[in-house]
C-alpha cells in the first residue's frame, strides 16, 4: 500500500470529503496546540501561575503529536477507500484517466 500519493484525496467525492473532514481535524489540533503554547509562556512569566502554564506545556505538545497522527490516520482512510474501490470495479482508482485525444480538425 502506498501512502501519501499526491492526487489520491481527489480520486471521488468520498475521498475530498474524507480528506477534508481530515483536514478540519489536523487545523484544529493545531491551532489548539499553538493557543496553549502561546496561553502557557504567558503564564509561565509568573511564579504563580507557572505551574498551570507548565502543564498548558504538556498539553500543548500532545496535540502536536496528535498532528502526524491525523496525517497518517487520513493516508489509511484514503488508501483503504481506494482498495475498495478497486475491488467493486475492479481497476485502481488512484491513477490519472486516460484521455483520448480529440480527432484533429483539417
Known amino acids: 500500500m502506498k501512502l501519501f500519493l499526491s492526487r489520491r484525496f481527489d480520486a471521488s467525492s468520498r475521498h475530498r470529503r474524507v480528506y477534508s473532514a481530515y ?3 489536523y487545523t484544529t489540533v493545531d491551532c489548539l496546540a499553538a493557543l496553549l503554547f502561546i496561553i502557557g ?3 509561565f512569566l509568573y511564579d504563580d501561575l507557572m505551574r498551570a502554564g507548565t502543564w498548558l506545556f504538556i498539553v ?3 496535540f502536536f503529536a496528535l498532528r502526524p497522527s491525523i496525517r497518517l490516520a487520513r493516508e489509511l482512510h484514503l488508501a483503504r477507500l481506494g482498495k ?3 475491488q467493486k470495479i475492479g481497476r485502481d482508482q488512484t491513477t490519472a484517466p486516460t484521455v483520448r485525444p480529440e480527432p484533429s480538425q483539417k
Open 23 to 25: 483536514e478540519i481535524a
Open 41 to 43: 509562556s504567558i503564564m
Open 60 to 62: 500543548g505538545s500532545v
Open 84 to 86: 475498495a474501490a478497486r
